[in-house]
């Protein structure tokens, strides 16, 4: 009986060791798991800011500044700065001013963190440790180097830490506590309409990471990549295919964004043709004043319909998008084809 029991207690103990295993395994996993969606988060914000163009339009449209950083005054101080009191613990990018020993600290947050005022400080002070001319300290004229400290915050609630360090600090009566910190940029403070207008190409993506329901996110996701410049709608659709995998699922994702670049693609088509009619137009109104006002004009205008015709045609777009924006039946465009392919 004594050794049933025994047998018993060794195999609860052994269960419950590998209940244990099992556990951290799965804490461990889900650690990782975490980070590395975190992480590819952070990454989007991270690599708009490592351009030192956004970077500068950011900072001076979010800092409001009164003389705005020129052209080419920016240069990445360390896009990987770590702290010696927080190891692993990244301050995401900081910039500095060419011509200038002062500092620009942005630091992405996703969640409120309440120790942010003590982070800062820090951060702060390990940039001037390592931007400090030890040599000049004594000197009357000696001017330290100064940081500017932004926290960037895209979570879906509004930021609720202190902006002061001395905010959590002990206070001593009658003693005045120096200013903020750091400044906070909350993407919640804004509206939709301001986020749109806004020129700076992060804006868009504040619009999208705001959007609270994936149907309010689709909505957001076709203004902001209307709003978007050509030379960055490449970096836009690989932000729209991560956070749309994230809210839809993978192929659902990928399908509305094909969709919704066919529909960019027509927009812009139609607003390429638009422009060649106004070129084509101006020709006709030269020409115009030169034949005699309205029958050059009328001359003119069939011209520059079959001349743009001819234009899509060689493009090799649709046949039915070529009659909608010139208005000619598709037989007479078929013929344009045809020539086109002889000419080949």
Known sequence: MQNVKKETLATYEKLNRETHKKENILKEFSEIYTYQITNEHDKIFKDILNDKEEARKFINHYLKLEIPIGKNK?????SSYITSLYQNKEADIVYKKTDQNIFFLIEHQSTIDLSMPYRIENYSMEIINTAVDKEKIRRSDYLYPKVISIVLYTGHTKW???LSFSDVQEKLAGYKEKDKTYA???INSYSKKELLEDSTFISKVFLLERSKNPKEFLENAELARKRTPKNKL???????SVMLT???GQEKGKTFLENLK????NEQMMLAVERMFERENKKLIRQGRKEGME???EKGMKQTTITIAKKLVQEGLDINFISKVTGLENK????FIQENKKSL
Do not use: F
Request: proline share 0%; charged share 45%.
């Open 74 to 78: 920016l240069e990445l101080y360390n």
């Open 234 to 240: 490449e970096q836009m659709d690989k932000i729209l």
């Open 332 to 335: 007479k465009i078929e013929e």
């Open 295 to 297: 029958k050059g004009m």
């Open 160 to 162: 609720k830490a202190n």
């Open 262 to 265: 066919r529909k960019g693609g």
């Open 184 to 186: 906070i940029v909350d």
């Open 246 to 248: 994230k809210r839809i």
